[in-house]
């Protein structure tokens, strides 16, 4: 059972409990040295070493480059770096995290919220008077000052109008009119959590600013509803047609009954009131890996010689880039496992195993009895085959 009463180093000493009550997608919080023993796994120059990976997801923000908010996307070599201006540029590469094992560390300090809903660990450097200018983010987000400064300007929703400047390619806010009453500098260390939709303006104060943003995952309605459709419609009941009965109270043949409309409604809420299969899209998608291209399952021959190692004693780890999470079904009896967008339903029996594998980050199955329960190994050959554990092996000489 997650604590939510003890008080958290990354919270300022704060309870999860009165964050979650008083801060969690209702205002912000500044946390002064909320980073305790962090050590920062990635200079500037290592991080701009990574944008010119060709896999990895990166982009420049020049302010005043050769148009207004100048945007150029990676892979980046030596010369793009080279021919910069001396200041205000930033440098952002998305999800650091699943190239930087270090990082787990960091992530896995954030566990007093779903981390079914933590989506990746952006990290930016900044030369002086780097921004990208007044914004805002449609998740929660934490931003985690690492090295040098930073100033954060924040608006609430109701101040400021949803309009961007024209004919760039971010949408960057014409009307950021900042207040004092959320205007503050963080130096490393320092953290601010910001809720969906507060618009926010970020500008280095010198050339060593470095921010961690973790960000949360906040899938929109819509597409709720069309992976809802789409999974309503992986069996078809012909029989489920618009019947609704004439109660003889319209008031001519071509109008559409208010009658009519409350029928529709009742079918359709009776077509969507199934919480498991809504549980399966929800931990499908939540559990999907950022970059799946780069995560294709293991084949037979791959997941029976992984197999084998756990058994024996190998450590295996849970990767930083792992996604897992559970759903307990509503017949009591079974439970279903969501790794990096697949899903396995197994006896509800094994909620402890799943819960000490989403805990722990180094395993050792020797001495694992595979016989206490026939859908153990099943899930122990799902998780592996689906990376959400893999063999740690000793890195060549």
């Not at 990096?340 to 395993?363: C, H, K, R, W, Y």
Request: negative net charge.
């Amino acid at each position: 059972m997650t604590d939510l009463t003890t008080p958290l180093t990354i919270l300022g000493g704060m309870t999860a409990q009165t964050f979650l009550n008083e801060y969690w997608q209702k205002k912000p919080l500044l946390i002064r040295a909320g980073l305790v023993d962090f050590n920062v796994p990635l200079e500037a120059d290592e991080l701009a070493g990574m944008a010119m990976e060709e896999e990895v997801e990166s982009r420049i923000v020049i302010e005043n480059g050769k148009t207004p908010w100048e945007t150029q996307q990676g892979p980046f070599d030596e010369s793009t770096f080279a021919t910069l201006p001396e200041k205000e540029w930033t440098l952002l590469v998305q999800a650091v995290d699943h190239w930087v094992p270090e990082i787990q560390t960091l992530k896995e300090q954030f566990q007093f919220l779903p981390s079914w809903r933590l989506d990746d660990v952006m990290v930016s450097y900044a030369t002086e008077g780097g921004s990208v200018g007044p914004h805002y983010d449609q998740y929660d987000v934490f931003l985690a000052q690492v090295a040098g400064k930073r100033r954060w300007q924040v608006l609430a929703p109701e101040e400021y109008q949803d309009t961007a400047i024209s004919d760039i390619s971010l949408h960057i806010l014409d009307n950021f009119n900042a207040t004092p009453d959320m205007d503050w500098v963080l130096e490393a260390g320092d953290i601010l959590y910001l809720p969906p939709n507060f618009a926010h303006n970020g500008r280095a104060i010198d050339d060593d600013c470095m921010t961690y943003s973790i960000g949360f995952r906040a899938p929109s309605l819509q597409d709720a509803l069309t992976g809802v459709r789409d999974k309503l419609c992986e069996t078809v009941n012909v029989k489920d047609r618009f019947a609704a009965p004439e109660t003889g109270k319209r008031e001519h043949n071509a109008q559409i009954h208010s009658d009519d409309i409350a029928y529709l409604q009742a079918e359709l809420t009776r077509l969507i009131n199934q919480p498991d299969l809504l549980a399966n899209w929800l931990g499908e998608t939540m559990s999907e890996s950022k970059y799946p291209e780069y995560l294709a399952p293991l084949n037979g021959k791959e997941l029976n010689e992984a197999f084998e190692s756990a058994i024996q004693g190998q450590t295996f780890i849970r990767p930083g880039d792992a996604r897992i999470c559970y759903y307990l079904s509503t017949n009591d009896t079974t439970m279903r496992v969501f790794c990096n967008g697949e899903s396995l339903e197994i006896s509800n029996e094994l909620a402890p195993f799943v819960q000490a594998i989403t805990d722990q980050i180094e395993f050792d199955f020797s001495g694992l009895d595979l016989n206490q329960n026939k859908d153990l190994e099943p899930l122990v050959r799902f998780l592996i085959c689906q990376q959400g554990i893999i063999e740690l092996v000793a890195p060549e000489e």
